[in-house]
């Protein structure tokens, strides 16, 4: 069963000189129970997607149903449905306030759920055992680490118990032992809670290990969507890299022959370098072929495309070169989108960032922006 269904989901921002595309038209489903990563650079459409998603933004045109509501006639039932843990970047670092202690955080927002006092101490001491989060229930906010205060944050969006949870680039600014840990946690949301757990990322690595499956966004569009190896098939294949004992223009014509073989080179130091459909299942095959023609192998090594290369061949960008500007593009966004012109593409990009920028200050002003819930 579907818990997000989007059909032609757009969005149109005006400026002063030309009427920009944000988002142009995006379809996707999501089943309960999954993992998804959506994937974009910066200016696609990826934030976009997600306020309207989360109705933080009105869509120009479209129908989505998230978590059994309808996007447009029921935002107030979204709402109530979902959690939604932003970005923790600017004045709001995710919507904790500093000052507070991590009890009140977690009291403060099952109130604003119109949980009762009994039923919100239940949740959040059940969150602060989930969530490794013992021992700080009386710690103010801004003693905790960074990884501590993304954990704290999460849990403020599913104080209300959603079916789904929408997570904005969650492991961002983590050092690399506490992004392994939030992961745990993350994968913890699906098989602990049953929660449905939809996150954007820059980490290509994060999508790789955590999403069942992953949507790419470009120009306002998906352009690809699959499962992480689907889409690394989708590439070229994997490669095999080998290396015989002599005889290698032998070795090189059995294997060009062979109908599982896509494409095969040599380089100067005398090695093969095959494109195959399936790895894992073509080295056997390939090892028999030689070992039927008595060619011995010296070395034989398999690897596959990985997530980047996928992001690189279907925007013709690198995501990890990308996100090294994501902020600068997101500061600067508001003013570039008042003069957008030029390509299509750098209009796009101008008006995501506007768009970025003005949701910030909507969550800024919000008393807990940790999640899209009842406070509207």
């Not at 309207?52 to 978590?67: F, S």
């Amino acid at each position: 069963m579907s818990i997000i269904e989007a059909q032609g989901l757009a969005r149109t921002f005006k400026s002063r000189k030309r009427t920009v595309e944000a988002v142009r038209g995006v379809d996707l489903r999501v089943s309960g129970g999954e993992i998804v990563g959506f994937l974009g650079p910066n200016g696609a459409g990826k934030t976009t997607t997600l306020r309207m998603l989360t109705t933080l933004l009105e869509p120009t045109a479209g129908t989505a149903t998230v978590a059994g509501a309808d996007l447009l006639r029921d935002p107030v039932g979204v709402r109530r449905r979902i959690g939604y843990v932003p970005q923790a970047i600017g004045q709001t670092m995710g919507g904790t306030d500093p000052g507070a202690l991590v009890e009140e955080e977690l009291h403060e927002q099952a109130a604003l759920y119109r949980l009762g006092k009994a039923d919100a101490r239940r949740r959040a001491d059940q969150l602060i055992a989930q969530l490794d989060l013992g021992g700080l229930d009386r710690r103010l906010v801004k003693t905790l680490s960074g990884g501590q205060r993304r954990r704290l944050e999460i849990a403020l969006g599913l104080v209300h118990e959603p079916s789904l949870v929408f997570l904005d680039e969650p492991t961002t600014g983590l050092d690399p032992q506490s992004r392994s840990n939030l992961w745990d946690h993350i994968r913890r949301l699906r098989s602990g809670m049953g929660t449905t757990v939809f996150l954007t990322t820059h980490y290509l690595e994060e999508a790789d290990a955590l999403c069942d499956r992953v949507f790419i966004i470009d120009h306002g569009v998906i352009v690809a969507e699959g499962t992480p190896d689907e889409l690394k098939r989708r590439v070229s294949g994997d490669v095999v890299i080998l290396q015989v004992n002599g005889a290698r223009q032998r070795a090189r014509e059995l294997l060009a022959a062979h109908d599982i073989v896509q494409d095969v080179t040599a380089t100067d130091d005398g090695t093969l370098r095959l494109n195959v459909a399936h790895g894992a299942e073509a080295l056997p095959v390939l090892l028999r072929v030689l070992d039927d023609a008595g060619v011995t192998m010296a070395s034989i090594n398999l690897s596959r495309p990985t997530l980047d290369d996928v992001f690189l061949t279907m925007t013709g960008r690198s995501l990890r070169d990308d996100s090294a500007s994501a902020r600068q593009d997101g500061s600067a966004g508001a003013g570039a989108a008042g003069d957008a012109g030029g390509s299509s593409g750098t209009a796009n990009a101008a008006a995501n960032a506007a768009a970025d920028a003005d949701a910030d200050a909507a969550d800024a002003g919000s008393a807990d922006s940790a999640t899209a819930g009842t406070r509207r």
